[in-house]
């Protein structure tokens, strides 16, 4: 049997250390650096780097990674135990070095870069020395990128890239956009697009302006218009018409990771929720007594349990296979399932708190947007019920008889039939 449930001590003592390290070390940077990715902040100049160095020490530097490029090769399954530590913090996987989206940007260009693009960009990013963006979602619409119309046209030894992107995280900190654009307007719809990266400094390539998501004081999404932005032949990232391959490559590992981290988010939000329940007085008693409010801790632990399993049981899955696309349906189920058990352990979380948990003291409201974002970053929630539906649908099949195979009178005919001889002459 291998069914287990617990961690291995040694890879405990591992997470113990990370636990105790950022809440003394790490957690206290979100106060002082308003924006993790911001790598030129002046203070997260001075303050993240010997953390980072630290975590190198340790061995944890770059946990997604294998050894062949820098990272211990934990595995996801490991990693998921690691993530669900560092997500208290946006700056935990800056200061750990599997922040995304560099994280799914490295893991592509490792897979599909020449050794040139490797040096040039994979190198310095691994280091944690720049960050990049992802460049695919555009103005007109992000959930059918078979719509999109950035395109690049061949030049002699250039590409040209003209059109718009939006939301592209991080842009404004980056040093290179990973960018999907048409190459092929006739080709079958998933062979029109190919992968290319550019420089943020491309001339052409401008950011329009930068959106905040609500709730934010800075701004970390870029509208971008690519206008003639010219790069070689060579700033191809994969083959030609191979764009949506290299996206997918990026987005499986993105989506897990994300969740990984999300759990972490849930766990504070409960813990905090059963933390107030404990000390608010009301009637002469404490909130924990009530049981509109136990209702509420009881739902919120099922839900995060249900979660968190799902979570761990996919990075056992992708351990398992090696090859995301054995694991679509489970990765697909653990995105459409966390931004409603984000949205919903932090609401009930806020509601606990009374009017301190609406207000800007407290991190809920900004838990609550978070899902909502959850619910859109790597795809909308319904493509992503659409598409597990499907997969989940190939392992059925349709009856061709009048009534469903779990008809009961159908199936007590069918046992009367197979016993007739056994159970003739009783009395029933
Ligand atoms: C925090 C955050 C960070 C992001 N970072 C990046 C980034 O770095 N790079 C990048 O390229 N993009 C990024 N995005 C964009 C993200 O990929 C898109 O928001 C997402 O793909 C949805 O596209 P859209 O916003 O255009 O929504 P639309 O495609 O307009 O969809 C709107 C809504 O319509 C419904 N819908 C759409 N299609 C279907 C369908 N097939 N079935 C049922 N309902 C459907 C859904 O309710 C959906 O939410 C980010 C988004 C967020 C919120």
Redesign the pocket.
Known sequence: MTWRFETDPDFQEKLDWVDRFMTEEVEPLDFVIEYAWDIHDPASRILVPPLQEKVREKGLWACHLGPNLGGPGFGQLKLALLNEVLGRSPHGPIVFGCQA?DSGNAEILAHYGTDEQKKRFLEPLLRGDIVS??????P?????PTGFSTAAVRDGDEWVISGE??????ARYADFLIV?AVTDPDAPPHQRQSMFVVPVDTPGVEIVRNVA?FGHTTAD?GYIRYDGARVPADALLGDVGGGFAVAQTRLGGGRIHHAMRTVSLVKRAFEMMCERALSRQTKGTTLANLQLVQAMIADSWIQMEQFRLLVLRTAWRIDKFDDYNKVRADIAAVKAAMPTVLHDVASRALQVHGSLGVSEEMPFGEMIMES????????????H??NLAKQLLRHHEATAELFPSGHLPTLRAQAEAKFAEQLAGLER
């Open positions: 989206p963006s992802f460049s695919m979602t555009e007109r619409g992000g959930s059918d992107k939006w939301f592209s995280s991080n999907l998501s999404h909502y974002r959850m619910g859109l970053a790597d795809g909308a929630t319904e493509v019920q659409v």
